[in-house]
Antibody, heavy 123, light 108 residues
Framework: EVQLVESGGGLVQPGGSLRLSCAASGFTFSTYSMNWVRQAPGKGLEWVSYISSSGGTIDYPDSVLGRFTVSRDNAKNSLYLQMNSLTAEDTAVYYC????????????????WGQGTLVTVSS | SYVLTQPPSVSVAPGKTARITCGGN??????VHWYQQRPGQAPVVVIY???DRPSGIPERFSGSNSGNTATLTISGVEAGDEADYYC???????????FGTGTKVTVL
């Protein structure tokens, strides 16, 4: 069974930093591209980052570019999101999501999601 | 940036058909995927590549995509279909994944 378990969320002050983790199990993690997707309270879904299976291709939307860094450790079956210079607008539940196998980046969809971890940015 | 517009809400009686639209500039040229998100839960893909269903998703769920509108159709709606639904595409101009604004489906 595919499992994605996020951790590392919590309360952080504006301007602060936080590192999220996503532990994967039940599949060969090193062969799948991964993403982070967030959802502000009562709002819709927003894509936050993409990383290819090898880590060689990484992408971000403009809203987090330069502040967030995605990485992975295939030996540990883990995905990470380093978030810096956080603002109240970054308050959200953060999901890790797996890209369906054998899909090009341009047509990719997310076939497995974790349950999310809540990040609250507030003083 | 690319925008996908969905109606905020759709109401439907049990057993009837719900249609959820996803409007975007020339969205028919893109692959559209649809996700269901029940309250307090993570999203689940219900349609991918415009009209393919993952295993375990009922045949009641179908999709279409042409011109400037993609549509998710839920036939024979059941109480368990009550959820938020999001469309999603890849925008090649901005190199970003884009989600629609979301539609809340209420079963009367």
């Amino acid at each position: 069974e595919v499992q994605l378990v996020e951790s590392g969320g919590g309360l952080v002050q504006p301007g602060g930093s936080l590192r999220l983790s996503c532990a994967a199990s039940g599949f060969t993690f090193s062969t799948y591209s991964m993403n982070w997707v967030r959802q502000a309270p009562g709002k819709g879904l927003e894509w936050v980052s993409y990383i290819s299976s090898s880590g060689g291709t990484i992408d971000y939307p403009d809203s987090v570019l330069g502040r967030f860094t995605v990485s992975r450790d295939n030996a540990k079956n883990s995905l990470y999101l380093q978030m810096n210079s956080l603002t109240a607008e970054d308050t959200a539940v953060y999901y890790c999501a797996r890209v369906a196998r054998d899909t090009a980046m341009s047509t990719a969809y997310f076939d497995s999601w974790g349950q999310g971890t809540l990040v609250t940015v507030s003083s | 940036s690319y925008v996908l517009t969905q109606p905020p809400s759709v109401s439907v009686a049990p057993g009837k058909t719900a249609r959820i639209t996803c409007g975007g500039n020339n969205v028919g040229s893109k692959s559209v995927h649809w996700y269901q998100q029940r309250p307090g839960q993570a999203p689940v893909v219900v349609i991918y590549y415009d009209n393919d269903r993952p295993s375990g998703i009922p045949e009641r769920f179908s999709g279409s995509n042409s011109g400037n509108t993609a549509t998710l159709t839920i036939s024979g709606v059941e109480a368990g279909d009550e959820a938020d639904y999001y469309c999603q595409v890849w925008d090649s101009r901005s190199d970003e994944y884009v989600f629609g604004t979301g539609t809340k489906v209420t079963v009367l």
